[in-house]
């Protein structure tokens, strides 16, 4: 049996909490404005050392004027494993390269929702978490 390169492994993905509501009423014929937040977080569990914890959550809202017509909230975590000594450290993977991994899930989660709740389709565009992880260091 090969012996597995040091890096790390992507577990598991679950959906922690999610809302999602909409007005009755919407005028498709009015320019939506849509407003997206999101945050982040990873921890290494203390009971297994080499697991890491990271969750994400994007926060969706679309605006007519000053009216909320769609209010989303979407997170999720997921669970990596730290195999050998990796060249990435652990506080990079986790603000950088863990959100990456678990952003698409969101994002399809979240597409699939306004589908179901007969809208136009929200469609979040990549996220650069790199230059996100600068900003907030230098926050």
């Given at each position: ?10 577990l598991?993905v ?11 009423n919407?005028?498709?014929s009015?320019?939506?404005t849509?407003?997206?937040k999101?945050?982040t ?11 890491i914890?990271?969750a ?6 679309s605006?007519?004027?000053?009216i ?18 990796p060249?990435l ?41 790199v230059e ?5 260091a230098s926050?």
């Amino acid at each position: 049996m090969e012996k597995e390169k040091p890096g790390y492994k992507f577990l598991s993905v679950v959906l922690i909490d999610c809302t999602f509501k909409r007005i009755e009423n919407i005028d498709f014929s009015k320019t939506q404005t849509p407003v997206i937040k999101i945050n982040t977080g990873f921890n290494q569990t203390k009971d297994k050392e080499n697991e890491i914890v990271c969750a994400v959550e994007v926060i969706y809202q679309s605006f007519i004027d000053d009216i909320i017509v769609v209010d989303s909230a979407v997170k999720m975590l997921g669970v990596f494993e730290k195999v050998g000594e990796p060249t990435l450290t652990v506080n990079n993977f986790g603000k950088i390269n863990a959100p990456s991994i678990i952003f698409p899930f969101i994002r399809e989660h979240l597409a699939s929702l306004s589908v179901k709740a007969n809208i136009h389709t929200i469609l979040l565009s990549p996220v650069n978490f790199v230059e996100m992880a600068e900003a907030n260091a230098s926050k």
